[in-house]
């Protein structure tokens, strides 16, 4: 680019400087492309090149599945963060939909009917529904703290990144429990 505009400028000036020199090059100018043009018959086909890049591609290495990589913290929590995100947000959408539409499908999910249901399970039964319910809202909200640290710029060597993510896995499962019994 930069030598194309250093010869366009330089063209320019001596068009000003000098008007009679560039109509003399101007007439030049086809004799001397033609001089340089060469003629070269065709000695491929599209459908040869197409074979070429089809037996190229066969000798490129094959992406490598996921199964390859030894898991780590760092990216099961990352994708565990999506799913439950997903997971939570999804119920929620699900849940407020069918109590909208309860009172036109004739659907009881009324505070009411919702509190005797659940006053109606068993105690493990309540338990292992409230943790279930809990776990990934705790471990979103915990896995999003940690991230909040990352934008901030802190936390982010490699073992510091380790014992974060084991850190939100506990600090999840106890909370949860925690909530589970209360």
Known sequence: M???KLAQQSMRRLAVQQPLAIQSMVRAAPAAATLGLQKRPM????????????K???NRPVSPHLAIYRPQIGWIASGLNRITGVALSGSLYLWA??????PALGWHLESASMVAAMGALPFAAKVLLKATMALPFTFHSFNGLRHLMWDLGRGLSNN?????GWTVVGVS????LALAFV
């Open 97 to 102: 939909t069918a109590y909208l539409a309860s």
């Open 43 to 54: 000695t491929s086909t599209s459908a040869e090149e197409t074979s070429l890049l089809a």
């Open 56 to 58: 190229q591609r066969m």
């Open 173 to 176: 499962v106890a909370s949860a």
């Open 2 to 4: 930069f030598s194309q």
């Open 160 to 164: 510091v990144i380790i014992k974060s």
